[in-house]
């Protein structure tokens, strides 16, 4: 999708790529919401002499930069090195679109209207070349759906046919004839076709090639301003997935009191059985449009006022239209600094929503005459600056990759206000039930059981992209809360207090939840009560066990005696009750001198045939210097001694 380009610019028919690889993250300032990548793909731009002229394949995401001469020089570039190439051909005049087969072990290359050729490359040189003419019909285009099967869109059908490469030619799988083909777009993922068909060109036929076979989805018109009579074109539509749903886009130029407005109708493609009208942009501008989707966003850019408007559509209703307006205020992208390798180099000048910009998606900005292709970026930073409504933000931050340091500080600053206990109530709630599905899934992995079903509308249709777990919580919010509050240096425990709130609120949310909550958790909590000296209400969470039981926990009760007298108490029943902490209460026993307790818990627990502690309950006695408890022992363990005369030996 382009904003205007020039007739001598031309561009490779649509395809959807696979998307640039993940960059690693960046300091973003809060004053913008998009931006361009600063690892830009570098080519050699369209000439004014006409000698060169680029292509893009968006399913490969490759860059073909094509200089003519004596000979035909390709360069291809590609954010994946295996697809980068470099090789040269025999001229034979101006190529209108060139693709690689997904392997890329085939090229295909159109030159005119009536005919396609193919060729085979090993180590730049062109080792096969064989071509296919179409009479009476006019190829509009062409897409790979596999490595040897290509479909070729006329004005009159749509055909499937397998390339041969030995025998140089092509081989008819299927073919479908259609009325008056006006142009196409293609969504290469699961070989989805959306094609306008009709002289009003308002008409959409929607196929899936799938199996060998060209399957009819749905017929569907499009809304358009009747008062305009202008049909729908290319660049005014986009065939992408959102929220797990095809979706198809579509730019509708509307009059309203002799000006001109556009909004974005979008219809959603269920179960890849029928298309239904569900959501609709309010843009509330005139200019010149383009789209992109960048992490299920989907952004407007405004070519006339240089600013890019931000949609999400999540709400979305099952019987009506939802009607949507941008999620913050239009703004322009962040400036972008050419960053050359060489300072020998002049660096570019970059314009900005320039008349040379081409769109293609999900996320692909290319400026032809200069040569430059970047991918569009999300700032999180700007959004976490302009949405006020916390707990709208977090929802806005889950839905999105890469945001769980941005939450998590978003997080940190609501729980250092104690007003706000009630929000952070619900926004645990939000970051728990995305934590939740988190964790079926993965139960379901583990247990090798089927995952969610294959139909579209059965999958949860908006999917949470940034899982915050127990560990994450503990690491980036509360134990720093809890450093920053050991390193003030005032005696007053009002900041502590707060936080036992924060993490009661906290375990309370995984409760609701039936979520297990892990022993750290707990742990920081019985810190802070004892810090505050909040020991009744410890004791009650103890007691009603409203804390699960843990051998770390009990450890950690253990080491609180001094603050906490009646701990080590809680801690031995901590450990009886788990079941499997005899070996910890008997030491417990030992190091509290309490030998003959442990005698007796020893042989409930083990039997008195077992020798190994009664020795050490003895040896203990005898430490310990009491020549009551050492005789008492002795003559448990051994029942002869009481015939000896002699004193014990301590």
Known sequence: MDFDIQDDIETAEVAEPEGPPDEPPIEYDGDHYLRISTNKITFEGVSKSGLTSVCFDESNTQVFSILSGDV?????????????????????????????????????????????????ITNRIVTRDFSEN?????????????????VYITNLSIKLCRVDVNSGCTNVIKSMNLNL???YNFYSPICLLLVSVGQSGNSMQLLQVKHNQILKISK?????????????????????????QPRILVMNYLTVNTVVQTEVVIYT?????????????????????????????????????????VFDITDESSVAVTYHTPVVEPKSLKAFEDQQSSSAVLPKVVELYSKNWIMFQPNIVMDVKIGYLWALELNLAGFCETIGNKKALIRFLLLRSGSKLMITKAVTSIAEQPSQLALLGEIFDQINRNYMSFLQQFIKRQQSLPLTVTQPDDDEVVEFQCVIDQSSMHTQVFSKLAEKLDMSKTDDTKGHKVLSWVLLEYIRSLADLQIPTQPFIYELLIKMMVITENFYQLHQLLQFYAVNDTKSLAILLLSLENRYPA?????????????????????????????ISCLRYSEQKTGPHQTIVPMKCLDAARQNGNKRVFHAVKMHVNPNAISDNKEPDL
């Open 269 to 309: 493609i269920k179960k890849l059985s029928e298309v239904k009208k569900t959501h609709v942009l309010r843009i509330h501008q005139t200019g010149r449009f383009a789209l992109n989707i960048v992490d299920n966003l989907i952004i407007v850019h405004n070519q006339v006022s240089k600013t890019s408007m």
């Open 72 to 120: 035909t020089e390709v360069t291809v570039q590609s954010p994946y090195p295996e697809k980068c190439h470099h090789f040269r051909m025999e001229e034979k005049g101006r190529v209108i679109a060139m693709k690689f087969s997904p392997d890329q072990g085939i090229l295909a290359l159109q030159r005119t209207n009536n005919s396609i050729e193919f060729l085979t």
């Open 567 to 595: 701990s080590p108490q809680l801690a031995l029943d901590m450990l009886e009750r788990l079941g499997t902490g005899t070996d910890e209460i008997i030491e417990i026993l030992l190091a509290k001198k309490e030998v």
């Open 134 to 150: 179409f009479k009476g019909c006019s190829l509009l285009g062409f897409v790979w759906t596999g490595k040897t099967e290509i």
């Open 181 to 183: 083909v006006n142009w």
């Open 220 to 244: 569907f018109d499009v809304d358009v301003d009747l008062k305009s009579r202008k049909s729908v074109s290319d660049r005014d539509v986009v065939l992408w997935v959102v929220y797990n």
